[in-house]
């Protein structure tokens, strides 16, 4: 036997200290994520929610990571509410995505330079609500509609707003002038 083709182990390089930093962000922002947490309490996606939650945070990075250009708030918003709907069955529309999003690209902006100021705040923040239990309300937008049996509209039943009197009409004054020539305004009316 040849010893001179002994073999080396792989050399596995680790990954830049800013994609660390990145990672670390991205997991405490998404652990901060109010609906998140709440699907992952009430097994929205089943048992496997923080598996989940651990999932999209590796997707995220590697978006950022391997895209050029890379993503912007819109696709990582966009990003968060397919995975809801895809993995946790939950339909977004408290616009929570886009404030998620947003601090993600930030998150990415500031890593970049080394900066782990908001890295560390996440990190905080994700700490205190470790743990706590959220009070899961949910929207029920299953609203019974009753038709009326006579096909008549329930327009005449609705109460119609009343308009309020503005001041301006109902109490008309001359303007004031002062000594210079200039119109005065009361400020009241504004």
């Not at 309490?41 to 945070?57: D, F, H, I, P, Y």
């Not at 939950?90 to 993600?104: K, P, R």
């Not at 560390?120 to 609203?143: M, N």
């Amino acid at each position: 036997m040849d010893t001179d083709l002994e073999m080396e182990p792989p050399q596995t390089t680790a990954p830049p200290a800013t994609s660390v930093l990145f990672a670390r962000g991205v997991i405490a922002r998404l652990a901060t994520w109010e609906i998140l947490r709440i699907a992952i309490q009430e097994n929205w996606g089943g048992s496997s929610g923080t598996s989940k939650r651990t999932w999209l945070a590796g997707v995220i990075v590697d978006s950022f990571e391997e895209q050029i250009p890379t993503p912007d708030d819109q696709y990582i918003e966009e990003l968060l509410l397919q995975v809801m709907a895809d993995e946790f069955d939950a339909v977004l529309e408290d616009g929570s995505a886009e404030g998620v999003a947003q601090d993600i690209v930030r998150l990415w902006e500031v890593t970049r330079l080394s900066k782990q100021d908001l890295v560390l705040k996440f990190e905080e923040r994700a700490d205190k609500v470790k743990g706590k239990k959220l009070d899961a309300k949910v929207a029920d937008d299953t609203e019974e509609w009753e038709d009326d049996e006579d096909g008549e509209d329930d327009e005449e039943e609705e109460e119609v707003p009343q308009l309020l009197e503005h001041p301006r009409a109902s109490n008309p004054r001359e303007p004031e002038i002062d000594e210079d020539g200039f119109t005065l305004t009361d400020l009241q009316y504004l």
